[in-house]
């Protein structure tokens, strides 16, 4: 076989294409679930799974998922969960490509958050294309008429979790070497799984769940928004 060849088999640029593809799935997804199913109970069944598989996966790669810094490793779990329910509740009330696009403005907080957390440098191109992203998301999501209050509401929920959504990552680069990466995700799982629990049974939907159809659609949702953004 070529170098060519073997280079177009990379398994990184396949994960790299599958990864937006189930994100996006997932996201599509909710603006249909959501109808019989609340938001809590969807992020409880996506911590669930996740947190099922991990373990069995950490099990067989015979890796620790507790870490060496339990407390960063519980912040970054805290902060996905919370990342997660913003833009999943974002979803939920402004239009689907607005969600997306504030959601992907994440790497211009992790600028900042990275050179406070981290100590990084920000340097003067680092800061033209911040100008750059929020000029374009702006201009793809800037109301041509004077909007209702939840649709305000939508975009600030969604910018909230764009930035505790890079918060996440500048954390996963200070936790370092010595832990294994399964480690923050499995975290991630286990706070949306406990810390959406009660808000799905206080909701009074739960998982919503009709039938065989229904429970495979739910699992399968649940599944690619599991390890979609993280493949």
């Not at 992020?43 to 069995?56: S, T």
């Not at 939508?154 to 070497?177: D, K, M, N, P, Q």
Request: glycine share 12%; proline share 4%.
């Amino acid at each position: 076989m070529s170098p060519t060849m073997s280079n177009t088999r990379n398994p990184g640029l396949a994960l790299a294409v599958a990864s937006p593809l189930a994100f996006t799935g997932f996201n599509i997804g909710v603006r249909f679930i959501t109808e019989s199913m609340t938001v809590w109970g969807l992020l409880m069944l996506r911590g669930l799974i996740g947190v099922v598989v991990i373990f069995i996966v950490a099990r067989l790669m015979r890796k620790s998922l507790w870490g060496k810094n339990t407390g960063l490793l519980s912040l970054i779990g805290f902060s996905g969960f919370l990342s997660t329910s913003c833009t999943t509740t974002a979803i939920t009330l402004i239009p689907l490509y607005q969600a997306m696009v504030i959601l992907y403005l994440f790497p211009t907080f992790a600028i900042f958050l990275s050179a406070l957390i981290n100590r990084e440098k920000i340097q003067s191109r680092d800061l033209v294309m911040v100008a750059l992203a929020l000029g374009g998301c702006l201009l793809l999501i800037w109301p041509d008429q004077a909007a209702g209050l939840e649709l305000q509401i939508g975009h600030l929920i969604g910018i909230l979790g764009s930035a505790l959504y890079s918060l996440g990552y500048v954390l996963c680069r200070r936790l370092g070497a010595g832990n294994s990466g399964l480690a923050p995700i499995f975290h991630y799982s286990l706070y949306s799984a406990v810390g959406a629990l009660p808000l799905a049974m206080l909701s009074g939907a739960g998982l919503g769940i009709s039938g065989p159809a229904g429970a495979a659609a739910r699992l399968a949702l649940g599944a690619l928004g599991s390890f979609g953004p993280r493949l």
